[in-house]
DNA sequence: TATGAATGAGCATTCATTCAT
DNA sequence: TATGAATGAATGCTCATTCAT
């Protein structure tokens, strides 16, 4: 089950969310996941949400306000563990290694996809064709996280755990080897595929990759 | 300028290619590449390839045909340098290492990605959502040369030079490694982007990471 | 003025008919009358009509059922005078004669045409064209309805009224006399035609043609 | 074999028809009768025919006229019995009955339909909508021909063989019969359908409804 | 004479959006 | 607030016809 499929669950009363708004991103999820947002018709998602098609319109004023409402708050949740709290907690344990660190994040970030799938699929198929959504990847990922992963990587590069390349080609290096993971664990991950034992190699390749 | 740019420039009288065709391509390609396939129109297409609208459905019976006659060839050049000639040079000098092996690779498909880039970026954006895409890439890509390149890998194994994973884990690694590369350079890679530098940097994490 | 048009003159607030839906079937039946099916463009019937074309396709999924909608009923009603009831009617009052039968029929089914000349017209047009309209024709019009008829005419052979031969060939006899006179009525039925006199010439063609 | 397959066997080298013009009318009946003209397209006729799209519109100027081109002929060929030789022949062999005359009709009108079904078909489909059509109809069978029958029914009610209707409602009746029959035979004509005898009793029924 | 590429108006149908109820 | 009928512009595609070759 996906984060947001958890969150409609909750049916609160008086909260922002009425069960009509619920059933309409969840089918306007499965729309656009399943062909796109250009493809997707609002009469196909008010029929999935069993709502009429000018209730859509009434929550969210054009077609491209309802993909924003849907991938705005995966954005946020992209960051989620760069920030000031998290930051802090490794900074403070100093006894923490570049391992543990980055152990944690690649579970963290593989559990993080997998709970938000569909709405990550849509972002990334409809970033390079809206402006809006640009914008927002722009200011809600790429500006204080990133700094802040700078920083962490200079801590350990300080403490002689990682070798001293500039830090955001180690954020890349890194990345990269993890984000292939996480996508090759999701393409090909049914079957002849153990994921403990290629989460580890990807690992320890990124410490061998970066060692001093 | 892309490959297609200059295999269009190429005015062959007796060729299959008429002026017409050409330009229906090109404004298709600019257009598929801007937009997405199901946002461009083809009255669109057909204007910026100042054409009648009929004259592109005298050529590609539907949009989606024309948008196959675009992604197909590329599919096919995709997988060039394993093809059968390749592998065996690459075997049969036996003195080659996997590092000039590995640099032969990342020179000649970054080479490939920057002559294909608008093609490329269609043939992704639109494989999850055309069947016929997917089968395309399934027949050209994924079949005979990822059988190749597996046993390129266990050669550079047996000779001692990478370490002993499963082929197909070593292959996710190092391709990993270079998409990013070549990823990021294409997103960046505008300022404060030293190509030089980046490339080896990945070859040498690769290198490292790979070593028995 | 035909069925059709006094079935759409009674404004019925919650019946199924809204104005709009009126207005397009009249468009339609006038369209389709005139100049064919396949002749007639969704935007001359909406333009007649004067709603937007959208709105004939939000009642009628496409042309074809609007074609549909209009011929079906007709078909219902062709063979109204051959329901269990009327037919018992018949032979129920035994001193019924053949010559009543046939002044009945030929009098009713006259009517009937009269009334519903421009969908009858249609139907005739189209069935050769659409399977569909066929199998609803053969559904409503041949199965019972025939086999009442034949009924009937096996009635007053008994009695002695009309010539041994088989049912469907008198049938097919008197149906032919009468078909030809309503068609000849309505095709040179202007001037120099007497209806009441050419009707009765019928009715004693077909009696003497099929007296024992 | 219909009528125009026989001509269009005949190789005709100095005659006025080209092989392919041949194969363009072919086809087009063939197309015509299946689909009706409107919802026939030219390129569908040149593809069947084995013709450029340009040929048709070399030989006839418009669709309409490869209509026409294929009905006219049929049209003169429909009262070819009425010319003035036959009814000489009629009116000379004075010893010649009404059921002579009416027997040869029906003999030789069945054979004519079933020598030209598939243009008669598209004949009677298209008038309502071709004035051109409509015109030539009324010129070619309504003008002379009827006059001429109109004298023959005259000379065997003077010879006291038929009632003493008036001329155009003896040929209603009579032609109505005939008509139904002839239809009749070729909608259900398939099985238990004894022709000999259908036709032995249609002649009969006319016979005994205008017996005088 | 025959071709078939090219045309652009026209086609049935779908679309996101509006608005009276 | 929610509806769903209505809209008309836009869609992918087909058409009869033209014309340079």
Excluded: C
Excluded at 57 to 83: G, Q, W
Excluded at 86 to 93: E, G, R, T
Excluded at 105 to 112: A, D, E, G, P, T
């Amino acid at each position: 089950m996906e984060d947001w499929e958890e969150i409609f669950q909750t049916t609160d009363k008086d909260g922002q969310w009425t069960d009509k708004q619920k059933r309409i991103i969840k089918a306007a999820i499965e729309t656009f996941a399943e062909k796109g947002f250009s493809a997707s018709s609002t009469n196909e998602i008010a029929k999935k949400a069993g709502v009429a098609e000018g209730t859509i319109f009434r929550h969210y004023k054009t077609k491209k306000d309802l993909l924003i409402a849907i991938v705005a708050p995966v954005m946020s949740k992209l960051i989620a563990p760069f920030v000031i709290r998290d930051l802090n907690k490794v900074l403070d344990k100093k006894h923490d290694t570049f391992e543990a660190f980055l152990r944690a994040m690649v579970h963290n970030r593989k559990l993080f996809v997998e709970r938000n799938l569909s709405i990550l699929k849509i972002l990334i198929q409809e970033i390079p064709f809206h402006p809006e959504l640009k914008a927002l990847f722009e200011q809600h990922v790429a500006k204080e996280p990133l700094e802040k992963v700078k920083n962490i990587i200079l801590y350990f590069q300080e403490k002689g755990e990682i070798v001293p390349l500039p830090p955001y080609t180690v954020l890349r290096l890194a990345f990269s080897a993890v984000a292939g993971y996480i996508v090759t664990a999701h393409l090909f991950g049914t079957n002849t595929w153990d994921d403990e034992k290629e989460m580890e190699r990807t690992i320890q390749f990124i410490l061998k990759g970066l060692k001093p």
